[in-house]
């Protein structure tokens, strides 16, 4: 006679569903379990593997302002050598006596014959002046005796026109703006190039190339 189905290891159930003991029921729910950490696992490491190969694109970056100016442009710089030059052929000697100049020392000069003893020499404070863009020169003239001086009447290489406006009209045929011409406060030594920028276009980080 057969063996009772209740004494089987399995057993049907009144759904007809085949009986599991609950400690195959736990062995089960351990390998699910341990199914699923392992799926987790891969899938973790496809998705890392992925973004290593096809990393998000950058953030594109603002443009970075204009980096301090620590010279006189090149492009002036340039000019005012070929200013001393020909200057020269006239039989003239000058001397480039301020070129670049810190807001700090631009400052200092605004102080003085005001808060400080002396004449006033300048009628803008740092930032305000093209002397701090590396955009203007200072000159004086030099006599043979090798003195530097500011006379706008001098005739040193005996023409009958002054020396300071020769000066002046060679520097403007290469491209300087004088600050003798300015209706106010006129700067007799000074000598500018803007290329088209205003001080507030300068403040504002805009810069003039460096190269023609």
Same mark, same amino acid.
């Given at each position: 006679?057969?063996?009772?189905?209740?004494?089987?290891?399995?057993?049907?159930?009144?759904?007809?569903?085949?009986?599991?003991?609950?400690?195959?029921?736990?062995?089960?729910?351990?390998?699910?379990?341990?199914?699923?950490?392992?799926?987790?696992?891969?899938?973790?490491?496809?998705?890392?593997?992925?973004?290593?190969?096809?990393?998000?694109?950058?953030?594109?970056?603002?443009?970075?302002?204009?980096?301090?100016?620590?010279?006189?442009?090149?492009?002036?710089?340039?000019?005012?050598?070929?200013?001393?030059?020909?200057?020269?052929?006239?039989?003239?000697?000058?001397?480039?006596?301020?070129?670049?100049?810190?807001? *700090?020392?631009?400052? #200092?000069?605004? %102080?003085? /014959?005001?808060?400080?003893? $002396?004449?006033?020499?300048?009628?803008?404070?740092?930032?305000?002046?093209?002397?701090?863009?590396?955009?203007?020169?200072?000159?004086?003239?030099?006599?043979?005796?090798?003195?530097?001086?500011?006379?706008?009447?001098?005739?040193?290489?005996?023409?009958?026109?002054?020396?300071?406006? *020769?000066?002046?009209? #060679?520097?403007? %045929?290469? /491209?300087?703006?004088?600050? $003798?011409?300015?209706?106010?406060?006129?700067?007799?030594?000074?000598?500018?190039?803007?290329?088209?920028?205003?001080?507030?276009?300068?403040?504002?980080?805009?810069?003039?190339?460096?190269?023609?």
């Amino acid at each position: 006679m057969p063996e009772p189905l209740a004494r089987q290891n399995t057993t049907v159930g009144r759904i007809g569903q085949p009986y599991v003991r609950p400690e195959q029921k736990q062995k089960r729910s351990r390998v699910m379990t341990s199914l699923v950490l392992v799926a987790i696992i891969v899938m973790g490491w496809r998705w890392i593997q992925s973004v290593q190969d096809h990393p998000a694109p950058a953030r594109e970056q603002a443009p970075a302002k204009s980096t301090a100016i620590a010279g006189l442009h090149p492009i002036v710089a340039e000019k005012a050598d070929e200013l001393v030059a020909q200057t020269g052929k006239l039989g003239i000697k000058i001397m480039i006596t301020d070129d670049f100049r810190s807001s *700090e020392e631009q400052n #200092a000069l605004y %102080k003085k /014959g005001r808060s400080e003893p $002396g004449q006033v020499v300048t009628n803008v404070k740092g930032g305000a002046s093209y002397h701090n863009y590396g955009l203007a020169v200072d000159f004086a003239l030099v006599k043979p005796d090798g003195d530097v001086i500011w006379d706008m009447e001098y005739d040193g290489n005996g023409n009958g026109k002054s020396d300071w406006m *020769e000066v002046v009209s #060679a520097a403007k %045929k290469l /491209g300087f703006a004088w600050g $003798g011409d300015w209706t106010s406060f006129k700067d007799y030594p000074h000598l500018q190039m803007d290329f088209g920028y205003s001080i507030k276009d300068l403040q504002n980080g805009k810069r003039p190339p460096a190269t023609e």
